[in-house]
Each structure stands twice: as structure tokens, then as C-alpha cells.
């Protein structure tokens, strides 16, 4: 065994681990029976219980990463930088909340609707996170060329959305969508390409230049949940719109995306201890 | 004794990498008209506040208390 990987176990709390663990085996646990409600071989009461199991897992992931944002004093950036992950969270769960509520409860189409107010806050948020760990790195590592290299896979990301999504389906004259509708179909997709893929790349970029350094972990997380957010929504909306169907792999992206936030919270708390 | 530019980077290394690690030492040297090779531990003082500057917005203050006081132990 590598002393690195020596040093890592000993690092990451046995609290994280089993939390990491735990939010896993409930993923895990809700893939499956997400299957089942997409394989339509649920009843009713089972279809609700797994609905609503899948939409409860959100404000828990949410919870966890606001407890670790409390965890550090008030007044410390890391804090403030947690905390805009947590709420960003704590938005989209508000929104898939509301959705169970107008879709489940009320029989309503929830699309667009006020869920969709508290879907797109939690870009505002992260971005808003990811801008203050960026600038709180830029006194020790260079932020100028992750930066632009973020911007550049976000306009790409942006053309290959008005390729496949926007302009064929979206755009379309025959879409179907009132000015309301447009706004809120090209808000997702643009916005998986702006604010979680090109962020993503750019945090990515920065915290690279720690090499080993403990204090990147966190990050990492972070990173590969905005991406795995960003493309998850993405397939989604394309899925959708291109009638593929939907998967319980989409369902999953956007609870894993979250997840792997909330373990690098966690793992946040970890690397900042010192013994 | 070890020098302080090692001893630096020796505690901070393992959390934000040699490299920034370094430029830390580096950025205190530079401040005082010295090499990094030069510090001696009579420069802790502006290197801990260095330290503080840097690692500040990334790192609780409980965190870079405890560091700085490896530096100090290791140092001095």
C-alpha cells in the first residue's frame, strides 16, 4: 500500500466514511426501485413510496451539508463557501418538493411552475460558491488560465446544447412552448453548460495546482458533482425532448450529483482538523 | 536545526501541496528583500503572516493557529 493511500485513510473520518456509506446504500437502494417505477410494475401506494423516498433524499443530502457549513465559526470563508453549497442544495430540494407536491399530491402538470424558481436558484448558489473558493485561491495559485479554459468548455457546452437541443427541438417553431415555456426549457440546459459544467472545469483546473494537498479533496467532490449535475440534467432534457425516455439514471444523476457534494463537505470537515 | 523555508513547507505541504507551500516561503522572502534560503527564524513573524494571508480565505483560523504553531515548533 502507497503512504499515500495510508495517509488518506487516516485522514477521512470514520464518521464520513460511514456517512459517505450510508448515502450510497440509500442511492443504491432508490436506483432500484426506480427501476420498478419506470418498468411500471409498482402499484399505486408502492409508486408513491418510492416518489416520495427519492424526493426526501434530496433535503437529507441538503442537511448534511448545511450541518458541516454550521460546523465552522461564523465568519470563516470556508463557511461561507459551504454554506452556498448547502443552500444551493437546499433549493433544489425545495423545488423537487414542490414538484412531488403540484405532480403527485395535485395531479398538476409541474412544468413550468414554481418549482422551477427554486430548480435554477441552486445555479445561483453554486456558482456564487464556486466563485468565492476560486477567488479564495487566487493568492496562491493561478486562477487567470483556469478561468478562461472554464469559459471556453462552457460556450462549447453551450453550442453542442443549441445543436442537439435548443434549435431542433426547443427553438423550434412547432415546440409547442409559450414565451414562458422557451425561457424555462433554455434556462436548463444553457444553465447545466454555464454554471455547473464550465464552473466544474475551472475549480478542477484550480485545485489541481495543489497537487496531494489535502485541502483539494473537498473540491474534487464538488467538481465531479457539478459535472455529474450538469450532464445528468442535460440527458434529461434531451431525453425528454427528443422522446429517447427517461431513465432512472437521470433520477439517480441528480441525488448523486448532490451526494457527491455533501461527501465533500464532509470530507471538508476532515482535512481541516488537526490532531 | 532545520531551516525555516523546510520546516514551511515540511507542515504545509501535505495540505496545500510543495508547490503553493513554497510559494508562501517564497512570497515571505520576497517581502523582506530576501532568498528563501535566507529566512531565519526571526523572520516567523512576517512569514506567519504570510501564512495567515494566504491560507486564510481557504483554511479555518483554528486550522492555521495549529500550523503556524508546527512552524514555530519546528523552527525556532
Known amino acids: 500500500m502507497s503512504d499515500t493511500a495510508v495517509d488518506k485513510r487516516s485522514v477521512i473520518s470514520r464518521t464520513t466514511f460511514a456517512v459517505a456509506g450510508a448515502l450510497a446504500a440509500l442511492l443504491a437502494l432508490f436506483y432500484l426501485l426506480d427501476l420498478q417505477l419506470y418498468a411500471e410494475t409498482l402499484s399505486d401506494a408502492a409508486y408513491t413510496a418510492v416518489y416520495v423516498y427519492g424526493i426526501a433524499l434530496q433535503p437529507l443530502i441538503a442537511g448534511i451539508i448545511l450541518w458541516v457549513a454550521f460546523s465552522f465559526a461564523p465568519g470563516e470563508s470556508v463557511r461561507r463557501q459551504w454554506?452556498?453549497?448547502g443552500i444551493a442544495v437546499t433549493m433544489f430540494a425545495i423545488g423537487d418538493v414542490i414538484w412531488m407536491v403540484l405532480?403527485?399530491?395535485?395531479?398538476?402538470d409541474p412544468y413550468p411552475s414554481i418549482a422551477d424558481i427554486f430548480y435554477s436558484l441552486e445555479y445561483v448558489f453554486f456558482v456564487a460558491a464556486v466563485a468565492f473558493a476560486v477567488k479564495a485561491y487566487s493568492g496562491l495559485v493561478k486562477?487567470?488560465?483556469?478561468?478562461?479554459?472554464?469559459?471556453?468548455v462552457g460556450v462549447v457546452a453551450v453550442a453542442i446544447q443549441y445543436v442537439a437541443l435548443l434549435?431542433?427541438?426547443i427553438w423550434a417553431a412547432d415546440s409547442g412552448l409559450d414565451g414562458l415555456g422557451v425561457f424555462v426549457s433554455t434556462l436548463y440546459p444553457v444553465g447545466d453548460a454555464i454554471f455547473m459544467i464550465a464552473?466544474?472545469?475551472t475549480l478542477a483546473l484550480v485545485i489541481r495546482q495543489l497537487g496531494q494537498g489535502r485541502f483539494a479533496w473537498p473540491w474534487w467532490f464538488v467538481a465531479a458533482g457539478a459535472v455529474v449535475f450538469g450532464l445528468a440534467d442535460s440527458w434529461y432534457s434531451y431525453a425528454d425532448w427528443a422522446g429517447t425516455g427517461l431513465t432512472a439514471a437521470m433520477d439517480l444523476g441528480w441525488l448523486a450529483a448532490n451526494a457527491l457534494f455533501a461527501v465533500g463537505a464532509l470530507v471538508a470537515r476532515d482535512v481541516f482538523?488537526?490532531? | 536545526m532545520p531551516d525555516l523555508r523546510s520546516v514551511t513547507v515540511h507542515v504545509l505541504g501535505p495540505l496545500v501541496g510543495e508547490m503553493v507551500?513554497?510559494?508562501?516561503?517564497?512570497?515571505?522572502a520576497l517581502s523582506l528583500g530576501k532568498t528563501a534560503d535566507d529566512l531565519l527564524p526571526e523572520d516567523l513573524p512576517t512569514l506567519e503572516a504570510n501564512v495567515r494571508r494566504?491560507?486564510?480565505p481557504i483554511a479555518p483560523t483554528s486550522t492555521i493557529d495549529s500550523l503556524i504553531a508546527d512552524i514555530e515548533g519546528g523552527a525556532v
Do not use: N
Request: one cysteine or more; hydrophobic letters at 50%.
Open chain 1, 83 to 85: 454554506m452556498l453549497i
Open chain 1, 167 to 169: 434549435r431542433p427541438y
Open chain 2, 21 to 28: 507551500a513554497d510559494t508562501c516561503v517564497r512570497a515571505t
Open chain 2, 54 to 56: 494566504l491560507l486564510g
Open chain 1, 273 to 275: 482538523k488537526r490532531t
Open chain 1, 199 to 201: 464552473p466544474a472545469v
Open chain 1, 143 to 152: 486562477t487567470r488560465i483556469p478561468l478562461v479554459i472554464g469559459g471556453v
Open chain 1, 103 to 108: 405532480e403527485l399530491f395535485m395531479g398538476l
